[in-house]
């Protein structure tokens, strides 16, 4: 009878030991990832300085001051929303024409063309230079030999746009490496 009784207390004296190191060895591993350098998030917004971020900030009319604020603050609100391929809603995400419809219907009441290439043909003044961009203006790229992205200006050289894929809404400088190649116009829907 007795070696029954001495293996039974052998093995729960043995299974609280083993949970005590399962756990003190979760406990050391959870701290040792806690002190080890994190994981770099992708930024929403590029880090670096525009060159137009010194220029003084101008909005399209006086008229429609008010509503190139509501935009402005609308599209920066948006940043970080999830992209979707025909989405144009917050909850559902966005592309980038979508972003720029929903911005304009909600927060000036202007209802935009569904895509990029349309809004790009709308009847509004066209912004060759960077430098002439209003806050609000329609921004439009040329990727591939066709106006394929559109994204709203919000002064100091940056603008809030959908760029792609498993991306988010973010904010970027407009003159940058990639989005200054490929810049095409503006369009001042506001005036």
């Known amino acids: 009878m007795s070696p029954q009784p001495v293996a039974q207390c052998t093995l729960s004296l043995s299974l609280p030991r083993v949970a005590r190191g399962a756990l003190l060895f979760s406990a050391i591993a959870l ?6 350098s994190p994981q770099r998030r992708q930024p929403t917004y590029k880090t670096s300085h525009s060159a137009l971020a010194d220029l003084p900030p101008r ?3 006086a008229a429609s001051a008010g509503e190139a604020n509501d935009i402005l603050f609308r599209a920066i609100g948006l940043v970080g929303t999830p992209y979707r391929w025909g989405g144009n809603t917050p909850a559902g995400g966005f592309d980038c024409s979508g972003l720029i419809d929903y911005i304009y219907r909600t927060a000036a009441g202007i209802r935009l063309p569904r895509t990029s290439h349309d809004m790009a ?4 003044r066209k912004v060759r230079k ?3 961009l209003a806050s609000g203006d329609l ?4 990727i591939g030999g066709a106006i394929s992205h559109v994204g709203v200006y ?3 050289g940056r ?3 959908a760029p792609n894929s498993g991306g988010t809404v973010r904010l970027d400088d407009i003159d940058g490496p990639y989005w200054g190649d490929h810049f095409a116009y503006g369009r001042r829907v506001l005036d």
């Open 139 to 142: 921004v439009f790229f040329d």
């Open 59 to 61: 909005a399209p009319s």
């Open 154 to 156: 919000v002064g100091k």
């Open 121 to 124: 043909a709308m009847d509004a």
């Open 31 to 36: 701290l040792a990832a806690c002190a080890s």
């Open 159 to 161: 603008f809030v746009h």
């Open 130 to 132: 960077m430098t002439q």
